[in-house]
Nanobody, 122 residues
Framework: QVQLVESGGGLVQAGGSLRVSCAAS????????MAWFRQAPGKERDFVAA????????YYADSVKGRFTISRDNAKNTVYLQMDSLKPEDTAVYYC???????????????WGQGTQVTVSS
């Protein structure tokens, strides 16, 4: 059974940092590209960052470039999103996803987690 379980969300002040994690099981994690998306209330789910299975390629949305860092540990079947210099507009539910290629479109990803809430106060 495929599972992606996010953790590490919470409430943080603007300018602060947070790291969210996504633990995967039930599929060949090290063969999949991984990504983070986010969805704010009343908005569409947006691409945040993606990483290839080798960690050689990483892509970021312009809105988070220079502030967020995606990484993965294939030995632990886990992908991370380190978020620094957080802004109130980063407030959203953050989802991890697994797919066959590093892409920005959510429909191209096969597996999804249930999400973790990140709230940034001003």
């Amino acid at each position: 059974q495929v599972q992606l379980v996010e953790s590490g969300g919470g409430l943080v002040q603007a300018g602060g940092s947070l790291r969210v994690s996504c633990a995967a099981s039930g599929f060949a994690f090290s063969s999949y590209a991984m990504a983070w998306f986010r969805q704010a209330p009343g908005k569409e789910r947006d691409f945040v960052a993606a990483i290839s299975w080798t960690s050689r390629s990483k892509y970021y949305a312009d809105s988070v470039k220079g502030r967020f860092t995606i990484s993965r540990d294939n030995a632990k079947n886990t992908v991370y999103l380190q978020m620094d210099s957080l802004k109130p507009e980063d407030t959203a539910v953050y989802y991890c996803a697994a797919g066959s290629a590093v892409l920005t479109q959510s429909k191209m990803y096969d597996y999804w987690g249930q999400g973790t809430q990140v709230t940034v106060s001003s």
